[in-house]
């Protein structure tokens, strides 16, 4: 499976972006989908998850500005970004988590897109 990230690019504090991610093919099972960020000297992190089901989950430091959605017929994810702070500043990756078979647990990564937030 590959992820295909788009959207990143450069905007000013205050402004909004929004991030799609396309999956190639669809797997066995889905567990979920999700964004993480890596921020200049900094770890990868969670940015927000949606699970199958559509359950999501959020870094609190997102929570009210950032919206996870997902649309199934496309394999599509996609992150709203609002209100957007010089910190939220990273290189964006794509995630994908499941199964290819029933005993195969298979975890993808897409190559990242590069959301820089001036201000």
């Known amino acids: 499976v590959q992820l295909q990230a788009f959207g990143g690019g450069l905007v000013q504090a205050g402004g909004s972006l929004r991030l799609s991610c396309a999956a190639s093919e669809t797997i066995f099972k889905l567990n979920s989908m999700g964004w993480y960020r890596q921020g200049p000297g900094k770890q990868r992190d969670l940015v927000a998850t949606?699970?199958?089901?559509?359950?999501?989950n959020y870094a609190d430091s997102v929570k009210g500005r950032f919206t996870i959605s997902r649309d199934n017929a496309k394999n599509t994810v996609y992150l709203q970004m609002n209100s957007l702070k010089p910190e939220d500043t990273a290189v964006y990756y794509c995630n994908l988590d499941g199964y290819s078979d029933p005993w195969s647990a298979v975890n993808f990564w897409g190559k990242g897109t590069l959301v820089t937030v001036s201000s």
């Open positions: 949606i699970t199958s089901g559509g359950r999501t």
